[in-house]
């Protein structure tokens, strides 16, 4: 006999979950569907580091269309990229890297800002999630401690690579002068890595980041009696005043400058200041420097959209290469598989030859040693020595 009273609480239960059930299955209107996979991208399109940025992220725009085909898809699965700026500013990319995270975004790219870079590692490793640092130079970003973070650019002690020549040495006086931040501390450490073990002597100048007035700082350095100063700096808007500055103190008088060879905006600006100084260039990129399936395809590209390439070109077109690689039969976006994946992987990338060091996940990539040329009324690079396999 069929128990009336049980079918009626029966129903009830069906009726609630029949009303339920539309509730949970739809999604709100816009929202990722769940094949989509997310993508998440912080760095600085604002402030000082805006140049950076925005190279970054127009290569890595078009990296993701190029490595996917043109579909921006993978296996299927639509690639959902989402950009947020941080200023420079860690607390603004701290906000931004925990509501991506909270939204279920498992991959997080770029940076900037080395200071940024070092404050969203740890939580990359906290919260699980794959991390791969732009152009954010420290090297500690990445370490053999924290299997969660990568990098697509180089660090400090790669930009010095093509110093290790450097001659006479032994015995000479270097200034290091730097803005003082995570970004100038690194470049000092990597300076005395290379420079220390073959005699040199160093003097540091560290320029508070907030200054205006650059005279001081460039009559300390131009009054250090040193046979080479060395510039590291990062601020793009306040580097033609810095180098002006050591300039009219008479800082290259009677030292060589030394310093890596920034954006192109900063062509003329540094073939004006260094006219006749012989100055020493090292470089990570700059248009046309390497010939390749990537770089020829991007040349292209940006020919016909106008667009110019920039000193981390490579960086954001490297990221896409790494995104998609960690994706490739990972359309579920498991983390541990996506390192697991990037550990070693190896790829021809926009500026030459690019491998994932399995354990220090630092990039070990060629790096160059550059001059600028007067071209007409303008500045122009031109490569002196390419440096393979950089990193190992």
Known sequence: MVNRSKLKGVGVVLLSLAIAAPAALSAPAGAASPADIKIGVITATSGGLKSYGDAYNAALDWGLKYYTGGKMSIN???LVVTKKDDG????????A????VGNGTKIIVGTASSAVALTLAPLAQQNKVLYISGPAKFDGVVS??????FRSGNNSTQDLAPLAGIRPIKGKTVVLFVEDNAFGAGNIAAAKA???PQGALFTEIKVATTATDFTPYAKKAADAGASYTFIAWSNALTAGGMFTALKQQGAFAHSKPITGLAGVASYDIYGTIFDGTSAILTNSYFPGVYNGAASTALAADYAQNNQTQDLFTPTGADAARMIVQALT????????????????FSWLGV??????????HQVIQPM????LNKSGSHYVPALIKTIHNVGQ
């Open 194 to 196: 290379l420079l220390g």
């Open 351 to 360: 500026k030459g030859r690019m491998t994932i060091n399995a354990t220090t």
């Open 144 to 149: 053999a401690t924290n299997k969660y973070v």
């Open 329 to 344: 039969g990972n359309t579920g976006v498991n983390v541990d598989t996506a390192i697991t994946k990037l550990q070693g």
């Open 368 to 371: 160059f040693l550059v001059s």
């Open 88 to 95: 420079g500013d860690p607390a603004a990319a701290t906000a």
């Open 76 to 78: 299927g699965a639509k």
């Open 97 to 100: 890297f925990k509501d991506m």
